[in-house]
Protein backbone atom coordinates (compact mmCIF):
# COMPACT_ATOMS: atom_id res chain seq x y z
CA UNK A 1 0.00 0.00 0.00
CA UNK A 2 2.96 2.29 0.54
CA UNK A 3 4.16 2.01 -2.93
CA UNK A 4 0.81 2.66 -4.34
CA UNK A 5 0.38 5.53 -2.16
CA UNK A 6 4.16 6.88 -3.62
CA UNK A 7 2.76 6.58 -7.10
CA UNK A 8 -0.03 8.12 -6.79
CA UNK A 9 2.10 11.18 -5.02
CA UNK A 10 4.29 11.01 -8.03
CA UNK A 11 1.77 10.95 -10.89
CA UNK A 12 -0.08 13.80 -9.26
CA UNK A 13 2.72 15.94 -9.11
CA UNK A 14 3.06 16.37 -12.88
CA UNK A 15 2.22 19.41 -14.90
CA UNK A 16 -0.38 18.09 -16.80
CA UNK A 17 0.06 21.35 -18.86
CA UNK A 18 3.59 20.42 -20.14
CA UNK A 19 2.05 17.27 -21.63
CA UNK A 20 0.92 17.17 -25.27
CA UNK A 21 -2.45 16.63 -25.80
CA UNK A 22 -2.03 12.90 -27.50
CA UNK A 23 -0.25 12.16 -24.09
CA UNK A 24 -2.99 13.74 -21.86
CA UNK A 25 -4.97 11.67 -23.57
CA UNK A 26 -3.15 8.50 -23.49
CA UNK A 27 -2.43 9.35 -19.65
CA UNK A 28 -6.69 9.15 -19.11
CA UNK A 29 -6.60 5.83 -20.56
CA UNK A 30 -4.14 4.65 -18.63
CA UNK A 31 -5.49 5.91 -15.37
CA UNK A 32 -9.07 4.32 -16.28
CA UNK A 33 -7.37 0.85 -16.46
CA UNK A 34 -5.37 1.42 -13.65
CA UNK A 35 -9.00 2.57 -11.42
CA UNK A 36 -10.31 -0.61 -12.39
CA UNK A 37 -7.44 -2.48 -11.07
CA UNK A 38 -7.47 -0.92 -7.87
CA UNK A 39 -11.66 -1.02 -8.03
CA UNK A 40 -11.36 -4.94 -8.23
CA UNK A 41 -9.22 -5.34 -6.01
CA UNK A 42 -11.29 -3.19 -3.74
CA UNK A 43 -13.79 -5.29 -4.26
CA UNK A 44 -12.05 -8.61 -3.93
CA UNK A 45 -11.22 -7.48 0.06
CA UNK A 46 -14.46 -6.93 0.38
CA UNK A 47 -16.03 -9.69 -0.65
CA UNK A 48 -13.33 -11.67 1.33
CA UNK A 49 -14.61 -9.56 4.54
CA UNK A 50 -18.03 -10.75 3.98
CA UNK A 51 -17.77 -13.87 4.03
CA UNK A 52 -15.63 -13.91 6.92
CA UNK A 53 -18.20 -11.01 8.69
CA UNK A 54 -15.38 -8.93 9.38
CA UNK A 55 -17.22 -5.77 10.19
CA UNK A 56 -18.02 -7.49 13.70
CA UNK A 57 -14.92 -6.48 14.37
CA UNK A 58 -16.36 -2.97 14.36
CA UNK A 59 -19.12 -3.07 15.82
CA UNK A 60 -21.38 -3.23 12.09
CA UNK A 61 -23.97 -5.89 11.61
CA UNK A 62 -23.23 -6.00 7.70
CA UNK A 63 -19.88 -5.39 5.87
CA UNK A 64 -21.76 -2.71 3.61
CA UNK A 65 -22.98 -0.72 6.94
CA UNK A 66 -19.73 -1.15 8.06
CA UNK A 67 -18.46 0.63 4.39
CA UNK A 68 -20.59 3.21 4.50
CA UNK A 69 -20.03 4.02 7.97
CA UNK A 70 -16.47 3.86 8.67
CA UNK A 71 -14.75 4.53 4.81
CA UNK A 72 -17.51 6.61 4.63
CA UNK A 73 -18.65 5.41 1.41
CA UNK A 74 -22.19 6.31 0.02
CA UNK A 75 -25.21 3.44 0.38
CA UNK A 76 -25.18 3.16 -3.45
CA UNK A 77 -21.21 1.92 -4.01
CA UNK A 78 -21.56 0.16 -0.64
CA UNK A 79 -24.06 -1.99 -1.80
CA UNK A 80 -22.33 -2.50 -5.58
CA UNK A 81 -18.90 -3.53 -3.41
CA UNK A 82 -20.67 -6.10 -2.01
CA UNK A 83 -23.03 -7.35 -4.75
CA UNK A 84 -20.13 -7.19 -7.49
CA UNK A 85 -18.26 -9.48 -4.79
CA UNK A 86 -20.47 -12.13 -4.44
CA UNK A 87 -21.54 -12.45 -8.43
CA UNK A 88 -17.87 -12.26 -9.20
CA UNK A 89 -17.37 -15.31 -7.28
CA UNK A 90 -19.71 -17.24 -10.06
CA UNK A 91 -18.28 -15.53 -13.08
CA UNK A 92 -14.25 -16.09 -13.27
CA UNK A 93 -13.67 -14.61 -16.72
CA UNK A 94 -15.73 -11.04 -15.76
CA UNK A 95 -13.47 -11.38 -12.77
CA UNK A 96 -10.08 -11.51 -14.41
CA UNK A 97 -11.12 -8.68 -16.72
CA UNK A 98 -11.61 -6.90 -14.31
CA UNK A 99 -8.60 -7.84 -12.28
CA UNK A 100 -6.59 -6.74 -15.24
CA UNK A 101 -8.76 -3.80 -15.88
CA UNK A 102 -10.22 -4.41 -19.54
CA UNK A 103 -13.95 -3.89 -17.58
CA UNK A 104 -14.96 -1.41 -15.02
CA UNK A 105 -17.29 -1.76 -12.28
CA UNK A 106 -20.07 -0.39 -14.78
CA UNK A 107 -19.99 -3.37 -17.11
CA UNK A 108 -19.34 -5.94 -14.08
CA UNK A 109 -22.77 -4.53 -13.16
CA UNK A 110 -24.39 -5.37 -16.17
CA UNK A 111 -23.22 -8.92 -16.85
CA UNK A 112 -23.90 -9.49 -12.61
CA UNK A 113 -27.18 -10.01 -13.50
CA UNK A 114 -26.77 -13.42 -15.68
CA UNK A 115 -25.81 -14.86 -12.24
CA UNK A 116 -28.39 -14.06 -10.04
CA UNK A 117 -30.37 -17.05 -8.63
CA UNK A 118 -33.55 -17.27 -10.50
CA UNK A 119 -31.38 -16.63 -13.99
CA UNK A 120 -28.99 -19.55 -12.95
CA UNK A 121 -32.04 -22.11 -12.40
CA UNK A 122 -33.61 -21.16 -15.56
CA UNK A 123 -29.76 -21.68 -17.47
CA UNK A 124 -29.79 -24.69 -15.91
CA UNK A 125 -33.24 -25.99 -16.66
CA UNK A 126 -32.46 -25.32 -20.33
CA UNK A 127 -29.09 -26.94 -20.33
CA UNK A 128 -27.19 -23.76 -21.12
CA UNK A 129 -23.55 -22.93 -20.54
CA UNK A 130 -23.06 -19.99 -18.51
CA UNK A 131 -19.72 -19.91 -18.81
CA UNK A 132 -19.90 -19.86 -22.65
CA UNK A 133 -22.71 -16.65 -22.18
CA UNK A 134 -20.28 -14.99 -19.69
CA UNK A 135 -17.49 -15.17 -22.22
CA UNK A 136 -19.03 -13.78 -25.06
CA UNK A 137 -20.67 -10.96 -22.97
CA UNK A 138 -17.14 -10.82 -21.62
CA UNK A 139 -15.49 -10.17 -24.97
CA UNK A 140 -18.28 -7.46 -25.97
CA UNK A 141 -17.35 -5.70 -23.21
CA UNK A 142 -13.70 -5.41 -23.30
CA UNK A 143 -14.43 -4.54 -27.36
CA UNK A 144 -17.88 -2.77 -27.45
CA UNK A 145 -19.69 0.27 -25.94
CA UNK A 146 -21.62 0.16 -23.05
CA UNK A 147 -24.95 0.16 -24.74
CA UNK A 148 -24.33 -2.37 -26.70
CA UNK A 149 -23.61 -4.34 -23.77
CA UNK A 150 -26.64 -3.48 -21.93
CA UNK A 151 -28.47 -4.52 -25.24
CA UNK A 152 -26.78 -8.09 -25.38
CA UNK A 153 -27.77 -9.49 -21.59
CA UNK A 154 -31.39 -7.66 -22.60
CA UNK A 155 -31.73 -10.42 -25.58
CA UNK A 156 -30.07 -12.74 -23.58
CA UNK A 157 -32.84 -13.09 -20.44
CA UNK A 158 -35.72 -12.14 -22.81
CA UNK A 159 -34.93 -15.32 -24.43
CA UNK A 160 -33.96 -17.24 -21.45
CA UNK A 161 -37.43 -16.57 -20.52
CA UNK A 162 -40.02 -15.28 -22.77
CA UNK A 163 -43.02 -16.88 -20.88
CA UNK A 164 -42.01 -16.34 -17.62
CA UNK A 165 -44.10 -14.63 -14.84
CA UNK A 166 -44.34 -10.70 -14.98
CA UNK A 167 -41.77 -9.70 -12.39
CA UNK A 168 -42.75 -8.30 -8.84
CA UNK A 169 -43.13 -4.47 -9.18
CA UNK A 170 -41.58 -4.27 -5.55
CA UNK A 171 -37.92 -5.46 -6.97
CA UNK A 172 -38.05 -2.42 -9.83
CA UNK A 173 -38.53 0.21 -7.07
CA UNK A 174 -35.70 1.86 -5.77
CA UNK A 175 -35.16 5.55 -4.23
CA UNK A 176 -32.60 7.07 -2.49
CA UNK A 177 -32.06 10.84 -0.96
CA UNK A 178 -28.73 12.45 -0.20
CA UNK A 179 -28.14 14.91 2.04
CA UNK A 180 -25.47 17.23 1.29
CA UNK A 181 -23.31 19.03 3.47
CA UNK A 182 -25.40 22.71 2.48
CA UNK A 183 -28.62 21.06 3.36
CA UNK A 184 -29.84 20.71 -0.03
CA UNK A 185 -31.16 17.26 -1.31
CA UNK A 186 -30.43 14.67 -4.44
CA UNK A 187 -33.13 12.04 -5.11
CA UNK A 188 -32.41 9.56 -7.00
CA UNK A 189 -33.46 5.86 -8.24
CA UNK A 190 -36.53 4.15 -10.83
CA UNK A 191 -39.59 2.81 -10.84
CA UNK A 192 -41.52 0.44 -12.36
CA UNK A 193 -43.97 1.04 -14.89
CA UNK A 194 -47.03 1.32 -12.71
CA UNK A 195 -45.41 2.50 -9.71
CA UNK A 196 -44.01 5.37 -11.93
CA UNK A 197 -46.80 6.30 -13.53
CA UNK A 198 -48.92 6.75 -10.54
CA UNK A 199 -46.13 9.28 -8.79
CA UNK A 200 -46.03 10.73 -12.24
CA UNK A 201 -50.01 11.13 -12.26
CA UNK A 202 -50.17 12.65 -8.29
CA UNK A 203 -47.37 15.05 -9.35
CA UNK A 204 -48.56 16.13 -12.14
CA UNK A 205 -51.98 17.26 -10.41
CA UNK A 206 -50.37 19.15 -7.86
CA UNK A 207 -48.55 20.59 -10.70
CA UNK A 208 -51.74 21.57 -12.47
CA UNK A 209 -53.32 22.84 -9.69
CA UNK A 210 -50.50 25.27 -8.52
CA UNK A 211 -50.10 26.81 -12.13
CA UNK A 212 -50.73 30.73 -12.90
CA UNK A 213 -50.45 33.26 -15.36
CA UNK A 214 -47.10 34.16 -15.41
CA UNK A 215 -45.68 31.17 -14.26
CA UNK A 216 -41.88 30.95 -15.14
CA UNK A 217 -40.66 28.14 -12.92
CA UNK A 218 -39.39 25.28 -15.68
CA UNK A 219 -40.82 21.27 -15.92
CA UNK A 220 -38.10 20.34 -13.46
CA UNK A 221 -38.83 22.84 -10.79
CA UNK A 222 -42.47 22.19 -10.99
CA UNK A 223 -42.37 19.06 -10.41
CA UNK A 224 -39.80 19.72 -7.27
CA UNK A 225 -42.40 21.64 -6.27
CA UNK A 226 -45.22 19.46 -5.95
CA UNK A 227 -42.99 16.60 -4.58
CA UNK A 228 -42.60 18.96 -1.45
CA UNK A 229 -46.20 19.78 -1.25
CA UNK A 230 -47.28 16.64 -1.60
CA UNK A 231 -45.14 16.05 1.37
CA UNK A 232 -46.33 18.84 3.21
CA UNK A 233 -49.90 17.63 2.73
CA UNK A 234 -48.95 14.32 4.33
CA UNK A 235 -47.48 15.90 7.16
CA UNK A 236 -50.31 18.35 7.48
CA UNK A 237 -52.86 15.48 7.83
CA UNK A 238 -51.17 13.66 10.70
CA UNK A 239 -52.01 10.06 8.97
CA UNK A 240 -48.44 8.84 8.59
CA UNK A 241 -47.03 6.30 11.17
CA UNK A 242 -45.51 6.85 14.91
CA UNK A 243 -41.36 7.19 14.95
CA UNK A 244 -40.68 6.35 17.90
CA UNK A 245 -44.01 7.39 19.85
CA UNK A 246 -43.57 11.17 18.14
CA UNK A 247 -45.52 11.92 15.05
CA UNK A 248 -43.26 12.52 12.39
CA UNK A 249 -42.48 16.37 12.21
CA UNK A 250 -39.51 18.23 10.46
CA UNK A 251 -37.69 19.88 13.72
CA UNK A 252 -35.82 22.42 13.29
CA UNK A 253 -34.09 24.52 16.25
CA UNK A 254 -33.14 28.75 16.60
CA UNK A 255 -31.84 30.37 19.12
CA UNK A 256 -35.04 33.05 20.37
CA UNK A 257 -32.76 36.01 19.57
CA UNK A 258 -32.90 34.95 15.63
CA UNK A 259 -36.33 33.56 15.41
CA UNK A 260 -38.01 37.08 17.05
CA UNK A 261 -35.13 39.50 15.05
CA UNK A 262 -34.67 40.66 11.37
CA UNK A 263 -31.54 39.58 10.49
CA UNK A 264 -31.07 36.88 8.17
CA UNK A 265 -28.50 35.47 10.01
CA UNK A 266 -27.01 32.49 7.96
CA UNK A 267 -26.27 28.99 9.92
CA UNK A 268 -28.34 30.63 12.75
CA UNK A 269 -30.80 27.53 13.01
CA UNK A 270 -30.36 23.83 12.63
CA UNK A 271 -32.83 20.80 11.51
CA UNK A 272 -32.88 17.46 13.16
CA UNK A 273 -30.66 15.52 10.44
CA UNK A 274 -27.63 18.53 10.68
CA UNK A 275 -28.12 20.91 8.15
CA UNK A 276 -27.83 24.65 8.38
CA UNK A 277 -30.54 27.08 7.79
CA UNK A 278 -30.95 30.84 8.15
CA UNK A 279 -32.47 32.97 10.69
CA UNK A 280 -34.70 34.26 8.05
CA UNK A 281 -35.31 30.63 6.80
CA UNK A 282 -36.47 29.27 10.00
CA UNK A 283 -38.71 32.68 10.33
CA UNK A 284 -40.37 30.96 7.37
CA UNK A 285 -40.90 27.97 8.41
CA UNK A 286 -42.55 28.78 12.11
CA UNK A 287 -45.37 30.69 10.57
CA UNK A 288 -46.91 27.34 10.42
CA UNK A 289 -45.38 25.46 12.94
CA UNK A 290 -45.47 24.44 16.74
CA UNK A 291 -42.76 26.24 18.70
CA UNK A 292 -41.72 23.92 21.84
CA UNK A 293 -39.40 25.80 23.97
CA UNK A 294 -35.87 24.35 25.22
CA UNK A 295 -34.78 26.32 28.42
CA UNK A 296 -30.99 26.14 29.12
CA UNK A 297 -28.62 25.77 31.88
CA UNK A 298 -25.83 28.09 32.05
CA UNK A 299 -23.29 25.65 30.08
CA UNK A 300 -26.07 25.83 27.51
CA UNK A 301 -27.63 22.11 27.91
CA UNK A 302 -31.42 21.55 28.57
CA UNK A 303 -32.06 20.80 32.19
CA UNK A 304 -32.31 17.63 33.59
CA UNK A 305 -34.34 15.65 35.35
CA UNK A 306 -31.72 13.99 38.46
CA UNK A 307 -32.71 10.73 39.43
CA UNK A 308 -36.76 11.35 40.32
CA UNK A 309 -36.98 9.14 37.49
CA UNK A 310 -35.48 6.41 34.92
CA UNK A 311 -37.59 6.84 31.96
CA UNK A 312 -36.13 9.73 29.53
CA UNK A 313 -39.46 12.48 29.17
CA UNK A 314 -39.44 13.64 26.04
CA UNK A 315 -37.97 17.10 26.21
CA UNK A 316 -34.90 15.32 27.31
CA UNK A 317 -35.34 12.63 23.86
CA UNK A 318 -36.13 16.21 21.96
CA UNK A 319 -32.83 17.64 23.39
CA UNK A 320 -30.65 14.34 22.57
CA UNK A 321 -32.18 14.02 19.17
CA UNK A 322 -30.90 17.52 18.29
CA UNK A 323 -27.54 17.09 19.76
CA UNK A 324 -26.52 13.73 18.62
CA UNK A 325 -29.02 13.54 14.87
CA UNK A 326 -29.14 9.96 14.77
CA UNK A 327 -27.19 6.96 16.46
CA UNK A 328 -23.95 8.00 18.09
CA UNK A 329 -21.89 4.64 17.29
CA UNK A 330 -18.74 4.87 15.49
CA UNK A 331 -19.94 4.19 11.39
CA UNK A 332 -23.45 4.05 12.15
CA UNK A 333 -25.77 6.40 10.46
CA UNK A 334 -29.13 5.03 11.81
CA UNK A 335 -31.73 8.63 12.18
CA UNK A 336 -33.34 9.30 15.09
CA UNK A 337 -36.65 7.44 14.96
CA UNK A 338 -34.54 4.72 14.89
CA UNK A 339 -32.47 5.39 18.50
CA UNK A 340 -33.10 4.41 22.22
CA UNK A 341 -32.10 6.82 24.58
CA UNK A 342 -29.33 4.91 26.58
CA UNK A 343 -27.82 5.92 30.32
CA UNK A 344 -23.82 6.57 29.83
CA UNK A 345 -23.65 5.95 33.18
CA UNK A 346 -26.89 2.95 34.04
CA UNK A 347 -29.58 4.45 36.26
CA UNK A 348 -29.59 1.32 38.45
CA UNK A 349 -25.65 2.41 39.10
CA UNK A 350 -26.36 6.05 39.98
CA UNK A 351 -26.48 8.01 36.72
CA UNK A 352 -29.17 10.44 36.23
CA UNK A 353 -31.75 10.85 33.64
CA UNK A 354 -30.25 13.91 31.80
CA UNK A 355 -28.71 14.95 28.33
CA UNK A 356 -25.25 15.01 29.55
CA UNK A 357 -26.24 11.38 30.87
CA UNK A 358 -27.92 10.06 27.51
CA UNK A 359 -26.80 9.09 24.11
CA UNK A 360 -29.05 8.07 21.16
CA UNK A 361 -27.79 4.34 19.99
CA UNK A 362 -30.36 2.07 17.67
CA UNK A 363 -31.04 -1.43 18.57
CA UNK A 364 -28.21 -2.50 17.40
CA UNK A 365 -25.31 -0.85 19.03
CA UNK A 366 -27.24 -0.49 22.12
CA UNK A 367 -26.94 -4.03 22.63
CA UNK A 368 -23.31 -3.97 21.46
CA UNK A 369 -22.76 -1.38 24.41
CA UNK A 370 -24.28 -4.00 27.09
CA UNK A 371 -22.24 -6.37 25.62
CA UNK A 372 -18.61 -4.75 26.26
CA UNK A 373 -18.31 -1.77 23.97
CA UNK A 374 -18.58 1.44 25.08
CA UNK A 375 -19.17 5.24 23.86
CA UNK A 376 -18.41 8.40 25.67
CA UNK A 377 -18.60 11.79 24.74
CA UNK A 378 -15.60 13.55 24.38
CA UNK A 379 -15.60 17.30 23.92
CA UNK A 380 -17.94 17.82 20.88
CA UNK A 381 -17.51 14.61 19.46
CA UNK A 382 -18.45 10.90 20.32
CA UNK A 383 -16.13 8.39 20.57
CA UNK A 384 -16.53 4.22 20.34
CA UNK A 385 -13.84 1.53 21.77
CA UNK A 386 -14.16 -2.29 21.58
CA UNK A 387 -14.20 -4.39 24.40
CA UNK A 388 -10.65 -5.03 24.00
CA UNK A 389 -9.85 -1.18 24.98
CA UNK A 390 -9.12 -0.19 21.34
CA UNK A 391 -10.94 2.48 19.70
CA UNK A 392 -13.26 3.00 15.97
CA UNK A 393 -11.63 5.30 14.23
CA UNK A 394 -13.60 6.72 11.34
CA UNK A 395 -11.73 7.54 7.73
CA UNK A 396 -10.97 10.99 7.59
CA UNK A 397 -7.37 10.99 5.72
CA UNK A 398 -6.55 10.01 1.70
CA UNK A 399 -3.65 7.08 1.17
CA UNK A 400 -0.37 8.28 1.58
CA UNK A 401 2.54 7.18 2.78
Same mark, same amino acid.
Given at each position: ?????????????????????????????????????????????????????????????????????????????????????????????????? #?? /?????? &?????? !?? +? $????? *? =?????????????????????????????????????????????????????????????????????????????????????????????????????????????????? #?? /?????? &?????? !?? +? $????? *? =?????????????????????????????????????????????????????????????????????????????????????????????????????????????????????????? &????????? $????????????
Amino acid at each position: MGELASALDALSAVDLDELGDAELLDRARELVAAAHRVHAELTRVVRRSDVRGASEHDGATTTRGWLRGVPRISCAWAGDLVRHGRALELLPATARAY #AE /GVIGPD &RVDVIA !VI +V $TPAHL *D =LARAQGIDVGAVEAALVQLAGAGTHRQLQQAVGDYLAKLDPDGAEPDPATERAVTLVQHPDGTWTIGGHLDAVGGQKVATALESVQAASRCAGDDRSRAQRTGDALVQLADNQL #AT /GDLPVL &RGVKPQ !VV +V $TVPLA *D =LTGSATAPGAARTATGATLSAARARWIACDAGLTRVVLDPDGLPLDVGRTQRIVPPHIRRAAELRDAGCVFAGCQAPTWFCDVHHLLHWAHGGETSLGNSALLCERHHTKVHSGYRVQRVGD &RWRTWRPDG $TEILIATTRLRT
